[in-house]
């Protein structure tokens, strides 16, 4: 859609719906391909009739009926909120860790894939609030926690950071511990604690554009300023199986229900501050609260797979693939089904700033992996028991039909066939039923990711 012919402040979209191309035309849109119109959401020249250029704002749309439709992948935004009087060299800075462990375990049953967050502030003296959309709904408070008790074991430190790291004795009332290099014992940073009265919950948005947003409070930070240094915090959203998400793309077989083993390829893209992204939710957010996306030093964003899952393909060459030290993770993931560490893969991308004083203005990160899974064996038996019988009653029912045929009556049963008159009437039922039973099943299975 075409409108407003003076240029913006700053980017900004809308969503337009037409409902029929008549009214696509009175509203004078244009139809922009799927892969182009997400590079070019914002405001382009557009040449008129008359060959003059005017400045338009270009909005994604759908169209019902019409196979145009653009839906854009989810980003993680981080924004913060400010003190008034923020000093000039104080803007708020952070150091960003983000860990997706995508579970082997596909039953939708109680269990879930783990999206970690780990933030270390390096400047937040002038920070107010810290707010962190998800680019799906948190349902229960309980799905997000502190791995601060986790955190305080040197092998986790290790894991975590990749160095030899050593965790200090507690301080502000179990609240914060130091952590140090084991050779030269110099602190590094503190690791503080994010109990649930310092943080909050909320949903926001309706429909594709519901995200849900972690916010840091006023008093969280109030607390870190006690301190000079670095510090850091980490945080864990359990993400049930199964649920809509902003990262993980499936496509399955359609023919699942006629495997015992389902091979599905898997996309998972991460996006970060990807502001063409933002819900519309988010972007009304950020300018009705005159906030701002904080300044990123660096983004360090892993992905953790079972061995069995094959990665077929990468946007971009990642920084480090390794396996896992079981020893070293099974304290932090302990009392999680399907994630076994010594049979985990674990993938690194990386992108840090230009300058000292420069930004990561946004992140993406996008692989394509195939994964093979146990079926539902329940639904294969049925379909193998199903055709069997197919078979059988199709059998009897045109034995019966011939049967009856050369015993001469061909459209009615005589007293001398009426047994094989009704054995045919069930052979048939039998198979409309069958037919029925197995299209059924076969669509049950094709709902399923």
Not at 194 to 208: D, K, L
Not at 255 to 273: G, H, P, Q
Not at 297 to 314: C, K, N, P, W
Request: hydrophobic share 40%; net charge neutral; glycine share 6%.
């Amino acid at each position: 859609r075409l409108s407003s012919p003076r240029p913006p402040p700053r980017r900004s979209a809308t969503l337009f719906r037409p409902q029929g191309r008549d009214e696509c035309r009175r509203n004078h849109c244009l139809l922009i391909p799927r892969t182009t119109a997400s590079d070019i959401a914002g405001w382009l020249p557009v040449e008129r009739m008359d060959g003059s250029l005017l400045n338009c704002q270009v909005h994604i749309f759908s169209v019902l009926g019409w196979n145009r439709t653009v839906f854009m992948r989810g980003s993680i935004a981080i924004w913060h909120d400010t003190f008034a009087n923020d000093a000039e060299g104080y803007s708020p800075r952070v150091e960003i860790h983000i860990n997706i462990w995508r579970n082997k375990e596909r039953n939708q049953r109680g269990q879930f894939d783990l999206f970690d967050i780990g933030l270390r502030f390096e400047e937040f003296r002038a920070l107010r609030t810290l707010s962190i959309s998800l680019p799906f709904e948190i349902r229960r408070d309980e799905d997000v926690s502190d791995l601060f008790e986790i955190m305080h074991d040197a092998p986790t430190l290790s894991a975590i950071f990749n160095e030899t790291l050593a965790a200090g004795g507690m301080q502000d009332g179990g609240r914060t511990f130091s952590v140090s290099h084991t050779e030269t014992e110099r602190i590094q940073f503190y690791v503080a604690s994010c109990p649930i009265n310092e943080r909050q919950i909320s949903t926001i948005g309706s429909g594709v554009d519901r995200v849900s947003v972690i916010t840091l409070s006023d008093e969280f930070f109030s607390r870190l300023r006690i301190r000079v240094g670095d510090h850091y915090v980490r945080l864990r959203v359990k993400v049930p199986i199964g649920t809509k998400n902003g990262f993980v793309s499936l496509n399955g077989p359609k023919d699942s229900a006629f495997l015992s083993t389902i091979s599905t390829n898997e996309i998972i893209e991460f996006r970060l501050n990807e502001r063409r992204n933002f819900s519309t939710a988010i972007r009304e957010r950020l300018q009705a609260n005159d906030c701002a996306l904080i300044d990123i030093s660096a983004v360090h964003y892993f992905l953790i797979r079972d061995m069995g899952v094959e990665m077929t393909q990468s946007h971009t060459a990642f920084k480090k693939m390794r396996r896992l030290e079981p020893d070293m993770w099974e304290r932090y993931l302990e009392n999680y089904c399907g994630f076994n560490p010594d049979k985990m893969i674990i993938y690194h991308w990386a992108s840090f700033a230009p300058s000292a004083n420069g930004s990561v203005e946004s992140f993406t990160a996008l692989a394509t992996f195939r994964a093979y899974y146990t079926g539902s064996l329940w639904i294969y038996g049925l379909v193998i028991v199903a055709l069997g019988a197919m078979g059988s009653a199709t059998q009897g029912l045109f034995t019966g039909l011939l049967s009856i045929y050369f015993e001469g009556s061909s459209y009615g049963c005589a007293d001398h066939n009426a047994t094989t008159c009704g054995i045919t009437i069930w052979n048939a039922l039998l198979l409309i039923l069958l037919i029925g039973l197995l299209a059924i099943l076969v669509v049950m299975r094709r709902r399923e990711p």
